[in-house]
């Protein structure tokens, strides 16, 4: 559906705040947008709007809260290198190999607008903005009753979930009246493959929908919702793309970081949890080798070589027995704080060995000063006992760093059933 020339003035300008990172600035662009569009097509929602929205608010609260980091700094600045030339890569697309997040895309039908057309839409605007401010200032009284009753607004990271569900069901309702192609899938074989089908254009924004979506839960520690939206988007993906495809290595990635957590909703233990992770890290190591195999670049098949290298570091971390592994910690910090350069098998054995030496070495200190003590006491008169008792054997426990306890972060959303 085509947009109207004030459509694609404001994302043309959500689009160049978002490659600049003014992830707010961008967000009320592409919030406007949609404003605007609903209201000249009758309360209509358009997906890709709402898509772009809910990005630019999935970005302003990560980078907010710092947990995640956003998008990776080589992704970014490709996306800004394409921004300034024109020529921007599909938000999904296969241009490279390595797990990444989202960037910003100009939408479909987008229109580049003349300087002269930018600066006076700008000076309407804030022409418009100035009125609604108005507005609010007047409305001010009502709205803050509202907020008292409600509680606090959403933050970024909550209202892109919200926007983000709203762009997930226009997608999927679009889908349902799709005509799904002949030929069996994958639909996507080759990253620069043109897609002529309806159905596989909707297929794909779906998959990128229900792939941020579980991103924005995975930020929240809302990891059952988190798994459930990555693993519809990896069924979406695999139906797209094939195996070796790095966007399959990628969800296989991400489904596992949602799944070492979901412990205590999804009613499993911890060792249950991390053995499901570890399945899908497996997967995505088997994608990552086989696309490999057929890859003819050096340079890439380095990077996808340390890929797998660390692949397989998490898949070990992931299958070992977490109370070895915490034995293992407490064993490395007694050996900090005894100094202990044994190592394996028997660093335990040192660490006994060296704390027997201690209480020698303590007792014969008491032993000692008890007999000073006692001639002292003789010589001097003092007959305080606690000046000749031995001294007790340091209390070692209380230098051993305790572990924090997670912290029990309640979803701001509830899972969809």
């Not at 409305?139 to 209202?159: I, K, T």
């Not at 924004?205 to 059952?224: A, C, H, W």
């Not at 050096?298 to 070992?320: F, P, R, T």
């Not at 000073?372 to 209390?395: E, F, I, Q, R």
Request: hydrophobic share 30%; with cysteine.
């Amino acid at each position: 559906m085509p947009y109207s020339d004030e459509v694609n003035r404001l994302v043309q300008e959500g689009s160049k705040s978002y490659a600049s990172k003014e992830f707010d600035l961008a967000s009320e662009k592409y919030g406007k947008a949609c404003e605007v569009f609903s209201t000249e097509h009758e309360g209509e929602e358009d997906g890709d709007l709402l898509f772009l929205y809910g990005k630019a608010l999935f970005q302003s609260g990560v980078s907010k809260s710092e947990v995640l980091g956003g998008v990776s700094a080589s992704g970014q600045g490709d996306a800004e290198e394409n921004e300034e030339n024109g020529d921007s890569e599909d938000a999904d697309g296969e241009g490279g190999n390595k797990f990444q997040f989202y960037d910003a895309e100009p939408i479909e039908g987008e229109v580049a607008a003349e300087n002269s057309e930018q600066e006076e839409g700008d000076a309407e605007e804030k022409d418009v903005e100035n009125e609604n401010a108005e507005e609010k200032k007047d409305e001010g009284g009502e709205d803050e009753e509202a907020d008292e009753e409600s509680g606090q607004e959403p933050g970024d990271l909550e209202m892109a979930w919200i926007i983000l569900d709203a762009t997930r069901a226009v997608f999927e309702k679009q889908l349902e009246s799709a005509i799904k192609p002949t030929q069996l899938p994958p639909y996507i074989s080759k990253p620069d493959d043109a897609i002529d089908n309806d159905y596989v254009k909707v297929l794909k924004k779906l998959s990128e929908t229900y792939d941020i979506l579980g991103e924005v839960s995975l930020e929240m520690e809302n990891f059952p919702q988190s798994a459930q939206d990555f693993t519809k988007s990896l069924e979406l993906r695999s139906e797209l793309f094939p195996f070796e495809s790095p966007l399959v290595s990628e969800s296989h990635y991400k489904l596992a970081l949602a799944l070492e957590f979901c412990v205590e909703d999804g009613g499993q233990d911890v060792t249950e949890a991390r053995q499901n992770a570890a399945k899908h890290i497996q997967e995505a190591i088997k994608s990552t080798e086989a696309r490999n195999e057929k890859e003819t670049d050096a340079s890439v098949k380095k990077d996808n070589e340390e890929m797998i290298g660390e692949l397989k570091e998490k898949y070990q971390d992931l299958i070992k027995d977490p109370s070895e592994q915490l034995q293992q910690e407490q064993l490395d910090i007694m050996k900090g704080i005894l100094g202990s350069e044994a190592a394996g098998a028997n660093a335990g054995q040192a660490i006994i060995n060296n704390l027997t030496s201690i209480v020698k070495k303590k007792g014969e200190e008491g032993n000692s000063s008890s007999s000073s003590g006692t001639t002292t006491t003789a010589t001097t008169g003092n007959n305080n006992p606690a000046a000749s008792a031995p001294k007790p054997v340091n209390d070692l426990s209380g230098l051993v760093k305790k572990r924090k306890p997670s912290k029990d972060h309640s979803a701001s959303k509830k899972a969809r059933k």
